[in-house]
């Protein structure tokens, strides 16, 4: 009796990590010839990783990211793409991160810039970072819905305060005038304080004609590309070399 109220009462303190090892600990035996100490360090840790796997669960939940499979452990380095392992390995500290820095990934189509993207988003939720993924069209697309709602401040608000933003598909469709703008304010916002992945077809050298208007392109650039990394990828597309991935595999082995 005394020991179920013990259970309720972790329950009730929202400690289910510590709840469950506790359980496990009265169905085996084996465990009561462990110390006091010993034990109460199991329940301990037990809640340790439930707190971990919950926040995890809930920073990718919120990220969106459109390969949720992809991780830094799958990525392909066998095809000759301009990729290094040395750099995805810095890259997976998560310093830059903790840095504010952003990212430049740039490539032809199939090259897997949207894979490397999401397995480094994923990295960085697994570092706690908080994370949000966009293709930026559909981005500029919910920038103009919020003008129209009244929503906007909230959004760019939300959007700001993310550890790393990450724009795919950048610079696949021209800019108008409106849309300029609020990406020079999304910059903006987060220059210098957040981190910013960038993910182009488009070679970096070419970013400043993309963006059109002088005056804001030289803004945006010398914000998104000051103290930035760039990985520049090369070669053919991984899809013409590799066989496409079982339906609900959902990794994609490093080759979107």
């Known amino acids: ?26 169905e085996q035996p084996a465990t009561h010839e462990l110390c006091f100490e010993e034990r109460l360090a ?8 439930v707190r971990d796997n919950r926040r995890l669960s809930r920073l990718l939940k919120a990220a969106r990211l459109r390969l949720a499979g992809a991780c830094i ?7 000759p793409r301009g990729l290094k392992r040395a750099q995805i390995a810095g890259l997976a ?46 981005l500029l697309e919910q920038l103009a819905i919020a003008h129209g709602d009244g929503s906007y401040p909230r959004l760019m608000a939300s959007l700001a305060k993310a550890d790393l933003l990450l724009l795919d598909d950048w610079a696949i469709q021209p800019l108008t005038a409106g849309q300029r703008h609020d990406l020079m304010e999304l910059i903006e916002d987060r220059h210098g304080l957040k981190s910013t992945l960038i993910a182009s077809q488009l070679p970096i050298e070419h970013w400043h004609d993309y963006l059109g208007e002088p005056t804001v392109a030289d803004a945006i650039l010398d914000r998104l590309l000051h103290r930035a990394h760039r990985i520049p990828l090369q070669g053919e597309s991984l899809r013409k070399s590799s066989p496409a991935p079982e339906q609900g595999n959902g990794t994609g082995a490093g080759h979107a």
């Open 93 to 138: 500290s998560g310093e830059w991160l903790r840095a504010g820095h952003n990212l430049c990934l740039s490539g032809p189509t199939g090259t897997g810039k949207t894979y490397l993207a999401c397995a480094l988003g994923n990295q960085a939720c697994r570092l706690g970072f908080s994370v949000r993924y966009f293709r930026l069209p559909r």
């Open 1 to 26: 009796m005394l020991m179920q109220q013990t259970l309720d009462t972790l329950h009730a303190l929202r400690l289910p990590g510590m709840a469950q090892a506790l359980q496990q600990q009265l």
């Open 42 to 49: 199991l329940l301990v840790e037990r809640e340790l990783l």
């Open 73 to 79: 452990e799958d990525i392909d380095y066998r095809h």
